[in-house]
């Protein structure tokens, strides 16, 4: 699967993120507008179907997001 550059993803992110803040969903057409647009966006991006999933999949793929993830190491080697 390709995915979106990590600069691409960060940046839908951000977007997605003010304008949820914004309530951008329950605003003026052109606000739910944009809204949909970035929440579309991040789902192509990330290849998932949801905005749920595509905002977990978008944060999984940026630099330094899983820097201490130790999910497939065995509980001795993390002694």
Not at 14 to 33: F, M, N, P, S, T
Not at 43 to 54: N, V
């Amino acid at each position: 699967m390709l995915l979106a550059h990590p600069v691409v993803l960060a940046d839908l992110l951000e977007r997605y993120k003010a304008l949820a803040v914004l309530r951008a969903d329950q605003g003026g057409a052109e606000g739910r507008q944009e809204y949909e647009d970035v929440a579309y966006s991040l789902c192509l991006a990330t290849g998932t179907s949801d905005i749920d999933a595509a905002l977990v999949a978008a944060s999984h793929h940026l630099p330094g997001a899983r820097p201490a993830d130790d999910s497939l190491l065995s509980a001795e080697a993390l002694r």
